[in-house]
């Protein structure tokens, strides 16, 4: 399960809401914080109705500043929100099918000092009243270090020591973080540039013996001047598997794909040969014309992942126009691949009415998700929700239907053990010797007798 908090500086924006559905699609979080959104009332209700997350919290605004939400997924977490200020949300969070809940506190930290002064006060209270796993999480408005500041003025020590022992009361513990080391910065030029590290997750130790292996990364910053943060819990190593050969209609659309056609089927004649050529060249096909899209877009994204690391350390003014640069191609890409979801939904809008491809986007995120297999019982009627889980079952079951139930005695190896019993030489010549009419008379007496 993952979680991420992020600061959009804004969510009437047009690129928030698509910039939300890519990262549910990359990282499917369970959790969404999203802080600094500037708007409350039933604007911000219209809005949250519109992502993929069917549990909702709002705290409110100061005027049209502020603004905190807490999102999630009804169908893998049950949130329970228990307090709210305009600084913060407390709730509880059990994950489905788990026997444990834990708190949850969504920040987002005033940039006002003294009112941040009270956000601290609150969270020592809130830690003298329970005992439970806690995951603090969020924007928090204040660089506790120098290392993690870059240009304008020195981190301010009595400031820091105010967040410093607020943590400390709390028994909170910085999970460290991979990715670019400063999660906001002012976009400036490198005379005035300026980088922080702000938005973070903390945990107390007793959560942290919930989840071992949880893990923090700072994901590409491009729609805002925060990056978002994601905490996953249990990180699992993917597995890319090869997807099955399918047909997709908005190639029509394409005044090249007849010539694919035309070229396959026009100069083989079998028919399973033609067919097994086709899906070659039109898989080649889509991923030179159509795929392209998805490829643009990663790589523009893995070059301002790394300009963004770079300007962490060493800031320049080429760096920074190159960033700018990027972030405006990410715009151009990401207009075609919303015409590219359009096409992928399989469904005739033009005749139906307008364009939508907020529309589109969400009826092929449905479709996809309703031909996903989440879960699988095993024979003991436990649930099985794991990837690699799911697989070992399935496979298991196959080689226990089609494996022989005979048993078979494996080849006993030659060789002895030092504790084992052993013939001395002279045993081993009179059992090898002929047997003799005395040995043969004695036997036979046996058997009478």
């Avoid at 219209?46 to 005027?63: V, W």
């Avoid at 036997?443 to 009478?448: F, I, K, T």
């Amino acid at each position: 399960m993952n979680l991420i908090a992020w600061n959009c500086r804004g969510a009437l924006e047009a690129s928030f809401q698509n910039y939300v559905r890519d990262l549910v699609n990359i990282y499917n979080p369970a959790i969404l914080i999203v802080m600094e959104t500037k708007i409350g009332g039933e604007r911000a209700w219209d809005i949250t109705a519109r992502l993929p997350f069917d549990g909702a919290f709002h705290s409110d605004t100061i005027g049209y500043a502020g603004g905190l939400w807490l999102l999630w997924d009804s169908s893998r977490v049950e949130v329970t929100t228990l307090s709210s200020t305009e600084q913060e949300i407390h709730a509880t969070v059990q994950v489905r099918n788990s026997n444990f809940s834990w708190l949850l506190s969504a920040i987002y930290a005033s940039p006002r000092y003294a009112e941040r002064q009270m956000l601290w006060n609150n969270l020592i209270k809130v830690a003298e009243l329970h005992n439970m796993p806690w995951v603090l999480a969020g924007d928090f408005n204040e660089p506790i270090m120098g290392e993690d500041k870059y240009g304008g003025r020195p981190v301010s020590v009595n400031r820091s020591l105010m967040l410093k022992e607020c943590l400390d009361l709390c028994n909170m513990i910085d999970l460290g973080f991979t990715g670019p080391r400063f999660t906001w910065t002012n976009r400036r030029d490198i005379q005035g540039l300026i980088q922080e590290r702000i938005d973070r997750f903390f945990v107390n130790p007793s959560w942290c013996l919930l989840y071992p292996e949880a893990r923090v990364s700072h994901l590409t910053r491009c729609h805002s001047d925060h990056c978002p943060v994601l905490l996953e819990l249990q990180p699992t190593v993917r597995n890319h598997r090869v997807r099955p050969f399918k047909f997709q209609r908005f190639w029509l659309s394409d005044v090249s794909f007849p010539k694919v056609v035309e070229n396959v089927w026009g100069r083989i004649s079998g028919l399973t040969e033609a067919i097994d050529t086709f899906q070659h060249e039109a898989t080649v096909w889509n991923k030179l014309h159509f795929g392209n899209i998805f490829a643009k877009k990663r790589k523009i994204m893995a070059r301002l992942n790394g300009i963004q690391r770079v300007v962490a350390v060493k800031p320049s003014s080429s760096l920074l126009d190159l960033e700018n640069k990027l972030l405006k191609e990410l715009d151009v890409v990401l207009g075609q691949e919303q015409e590219l979801w359009a096409l992928k939904s399989r469904i005739n809008w033009m005749v139906q009415g307008d364009r939508n491809t907020a529309f589109f986007h969400v009826s092929t995120l449905v479709r996809r998700k309703r031909n996903q297999i989440l879960a699988i019982k095993n024979g003991v009627g436990e649930w099985l929700h794991a990837e690699a889980e799911v697989m070992d079952y399935i496979r298991k079951g196959f080689s226990d239907i089609y494996t022989s139930s005979s048993i078979s005695s494996g080849r006993i190896q030659s060789g002895f053990s030092q504790w084992q019993a052993r013939l001395t030489e002279e045993e081993k010549e009179s059992l090898g010797s002929p047997v003799t009419e005395d040995e043969i008379k004695a036997g036979l007496w046996s058997l009478v007798l």
